[in-house]
Each structure stands twice: as structure tokens, then as C-alpha cells.
């Protein structure tokens, strides 16, 4: 089983405190050589980017990378995330948001993803945000509902992070709101993980604790919500910041063994996609744990595991065409 690869490019993203931003703008033609080198001769590599929904805000975080359209070169796609970020909990305008976005990328999308992890409650995503699964189910029906009238063939989904605590509901809620058209609406399900980088993790227990996670993902988190096993998993962000205590070899080695892993499950777990968290870092002098998640340095000088990730493309990607219902 192939997996589809991807890769967000920006350099804004959010920590536990709000939104970090990159010390050294965007550069697009050093940006869209990064991006050539890791697709090699693969032929599509999926761009992700993010365009959050608040009716009311203003100014609300901006939409990262500003321009994602510019790397949609050689094949490669967009994986749009439309977080909810909403404040009131209102779906005013919403559903409308979210078929403009079909409209409008239609023919560039590979895949829409409905909020930004709805079951993390913390100031940056949409686990905060009131209303969230009304916005999600929702969400994914008119997306879906959208491409389907146009004829565009995307996958649609929504993603979560690992629930570790047992008396977490957000499974079991999802499933009583969710009704037939949900189901049918549904192509994946996104894992955002993040192994060894909150949490340690000795490195020969790595891919022990991935198989953990992704199976218990599978058999345990989706079946509280009736998500059937044929809904692919992909995992929309992984990855491991370098820093003080954190050398950019071990980053690279890190990689690999989530990345293979996830290969060896695909098969059994109905995994479709990886996509890396981030392409470069938002400032490579910074001690926080936030700044160094990138293949590239702030710079776009490339660490060890740019070509890790590069050589992990070439070996276990050239997959077909992403299925979508």
C-alpha cells in the first residue's frame, strides 16, 4: 500500500501561547526548489495550507502561506484546512465559507479538511471554539455535497489529536450528533501526533508508542464515533523539532521510524497519507520548543532529515489518485 505525501510550507503556526511567526519571511522560488526536491519524480506531493473562518473577528489570523496556489506546480495539490474559529459558536455564513472554498480551489484541491483539531481545547484550535461539532458535521456535508455538484474529486475529512484520557466524550458526542449524511460525506479522518516531542519517548520505544496510538485511533477513538474502518486515517501533521537537547540527526532518525511505521500499519489500519509538519523553521537561533519543527532551517539551509524525508518519498510514495466518494 502507497501512501500520499505532504508538506506544510508557511512559517506562521500556533504554540500553547498563540501564533509564532518566522524571523525571515516566505520566499517562494527557495520555498518551490524545496518542495521540487522532496516530490523528486513522485508525481503529485500535497501542499497543505490553512484559511480559518471567524465571522466576527477582525483581524483574524491570516491565511498561511498567503499564497499556496504559487507551489501548486509539477502536479502537486492542496490539502486546505478551514479551522472554525468563530467565537460565538455561530455557523452564520459558515457552510457558505466552506463551499466558497470548494468553489473557488475546486480544481487545485486534493482535500479538504473541516476544523483544526476540534477536540483540543486550547486557545489556537477549534477544540476552544463553541459549537464545534455542529460546525464540523456540518461542515463536511456541505463540502462534500459541494464537490459533488460540481464534479470535482476531492477527499474530505476532519482531524483530531490522540485522546489520552478516558473520560474524554468528544468521540462519543461526534457519533450521537453525526447522522448517515456524515458517514457518507466522510473520506478520512486526520491524526495530528506528535511522539517524543511532548511527552519523551526513548527512541527504541518509538515505534511501539506510534503503532499504539494509530491502532488505538482506529479501534478505539473512531469506533465511539461509528466511523467505519473503510474511512482512511492519514496523519495530517507529524513532526520533531530541533533544538538545545535535540540534535537535527536524531530529528532525521525520528522520521524515519515514524514514517516507516506508518508504512508497515498502512495496510491493516486503512492509512492513505503523512504529511510533515513544517517545511522550515520560524527562527533556528530560538530556544522554544515551537520555533525548530523544520526540515529546513530558518534560512532554508536543509537538515539531515530533509533528505530523509526526500529519499522516505521516493521509496514508499508515488501513490494513485487520493480516492474520494
Not at 463551499?99 to 473557488?104: F, G, L, M, Q, S
Not at 464537490?147 to 468521540?171: E, I, K, M, Q
Not at 508504512?263 to 504529511?275: E, R, T, V
Amino acid at each position: 500500500m502507497t501512501l500520499h505525501f505532504g508538506i506544510y510550507p508557511g512559517g506562521i503556526l500556533g504554540d500553547d501561547q498563540g501564533i509564532v511567526r518566522p524571523v525571515r519571511p516566505d520566499l517562494p522560488d527557495r520555498i518551490t526548489e524545496a518542495l521540487d526536491a522532496l516530490q523528486g519524480d513522485s508525481p503529485t506531493l500535497l501542499v497543505r495550507a490553512y484559511h480559518p473562518f471567524a465571522a466576527t473577528v477582525a483581524p483574524l489570523e491570516p491565511p498561511t502561506p498567503a499564497d499556496p496556489q504559487t507551489y501548486l506546480q509539477r502536479g502537486r495539490k492542496l490539502d486546505l484546512v478551514l479551522p472554525f474559529r468563530e467565537p460565538s459558536g455561530a455557523l452564520d455564513g459558515w457552510l457558505e465559507f466552506v463551499r466558497e472554498a470548494v468553489r473557488t480551489r475546486g480544481p487545485q484541491l486534493a482535500s479538504v479538511q473541516i476544523c483544526e483539531e476540534p477536540n483540543a481545547d486550547l486557545p489556537v484550535l477549534d477544540g476552544s471554539t463553541p459549537n464545534v461539532l455542529n460546525a464540523l458535521v456540518q461542515g463536511v456535508i456541505a463540502a462534500k455535497q459541494e464537490a459533488r455538484a460540481l464534479g470535482h474529486s476531492l477527499a474530505v475529512g476532519f482531524n483530531a489529536v490522540p485522546t489520552f484520557d478516558p473520560a474524554d466524550t468528544f468521540w462519543s458526542e461526534l457519533g450521537a450528533l453525526a447522522d448517515a449524511r456524515f458517514r457518507q460525506s466522510l473520506d478520512y479522518v486526520g491524526l495530528d501526533f506528535f511522539p517524543d516531542v511532548f511527552r519523551p519517548i526513548p527512541g527504541e520505544q518509538l515505534a511501539e508508542a506510534v503503532t499504539a496510538v494509530l491502532a488505538g485511533f482506529r479501534r478505539t477513538d473512531l469506533r465511539k464515533a461509528d466511523i467505519p474502518d473503510s474511512v482512511a486515517i492519514r496523519i495530517c501533521e507529524n513532526g520533531w523539532p530541533t533544538g538545545p537537547g535535540r540534535s537535527e540527526q536524531r530529528q532525521a532518525t525520528t522520521l524515519e521510524t515514524v514514517v516507516r511505521t506508518v508504512a508497515a500499519l498502512a495496510p491493516d489500519l486503512n492509512i492513505d497519507g503523512y504529511s510533515f509538519f513544517a517545511l522550515r523553521d520560524a527562527d533556528s537561533t530560538a530556544e522554544g520548543l515551537f520555533h525548530r519543527f523544520g526540515l529546513l532551517r530558518d534560512d532554508y539551509t536543509p537538515k539531515p532529515a530533509f533528505e530523509t524525508y526526500r529519499r522516505l518519498i521516493s521509496d514508499l510514495g508515488n501513490p494513485p489518485v487520493i480516492p474520494a466518494r
